[in-house]
């Protein structure tokens, strides 16, 4: 079956960087695209950004374009997001999708298998 679990969220300030990490277990996601969502209390969950199966494609939504990375090591099993000058409107729990294909799209129905998440909050 496989699952994903993220880690890596906490309490930042603005400005600062964080780093999300999805690992898989139970499974190899290592032919399959991933992505990152969030979901801010009381909106709806939205695209952050997604990796092909080889990190040969990557996409962001606007709102982090140039401030996220998102990566991957597929010996490790292992999806990252590395957030940088964080602002309060990045609050959110954070969640790792794995595509049902090899390349990952924002649209979260294209997804098979989603972690619980990990909760983000930046304070001012």
């Known amino acids: 079956q496989g699952r994903l679990v993220e880690s890596g969220g906490g309490l930042a300030q603005a400005g600062d960087s964080l780093r999300l990490s999805c690992a898989a277990s139970g499974r190899t996601f290592s032919g399959y695209g991933m992505g990152w969502f969030r979901q801010a209390l009381g909106k709806e969950r939205e695209f952050v950004a997604s990796?092909?199966?080889?990190?040969?494609?990557?996409d962001y939504a606007d709102s982090v374009k140039g401030r996220f990375t998102i990566s991957r090591d597929n010996a490790r099993n292992t999806v990252y997001l590395q957030m940088n000058s964080l602002k309060l409107e990045d609050t959110a729990v954070y969640s790792c999708?794995?595509?049902?294909?090899?390349?990952?799209?924002?649209?979260?129905?294209?997804?098979?298998?989603w972690g619980q998440g990990t909760q983000v909050t930046v304070s001012s």
């Open positions: 999708a794995a595509a049902r294909g090899l390349i990952a799209t924002p649209n979260p129905q294209l997804y098979a298998a």
């Open positions: 990796i092909s199966w080889n990190g040969g494609h990557t």
